[in-house]
């Protein structure tokens, strides 16, 4: 059974960098065919997608967030990462990993809460 656990910290500062891990077990994030994607979704308002990693180690992200946004892997661990530079309350959200298939995402991890406050 595939899972995916997302960690790191819950409280970031503003204009510090939000970092968050995701662990995978039961899949190997090198395999081919699926992407590794984070989304989040901001209290009150609806998942957006911030960007993903390929099995092949190719990123794409989000217009929106690309110029903030660095998504990378340590294929050893089989985790990927985000990072999210200059963060502002408005990043408020509940980050999710996610395994994303030819039609969305059929695998997610139950969500991690980070605030930016000072």
């Known amino acids: 059974q595939v899972q995916l656990q997302e960690s790191g910290p819950g409280l970031v500062k503003p204009s510090q960098m939000l970092s968050l891990t995701c662990t995978v077990s039961?899949?190997?994030?090198?395999?081919?065919?699926?992407?590794w994607a984070w989304i989040r979704q901001p209290p009150g308002k609806g998942l957006e997608w911030m960007g993903a990693i390929v099995y092949d180690g190719s990123t794409y992200y989000s217009p929106s967030l690309k110029s903030r946004t660095s998504i990378s892997r340590d294929t050893a661990k089989n985790q990927f990462s985000l990072q999210l530079s200059s963060v502002t309350p408005e990043d408020t959200a509940v980050y999710y990993c996610?395994?994303?298939?030819?039609?969305?995402?059929?695998?997610w991890g139950q969500g991690t809460q980070v605030t930016v406050s000072s």
């Open positions: 996610a395994r994303g298939i030819t039609w969305g995402f059929d695998y």
């Open positions: 039961g899949a190997s994030i090198t395999t081919s065919s699926y992407t």
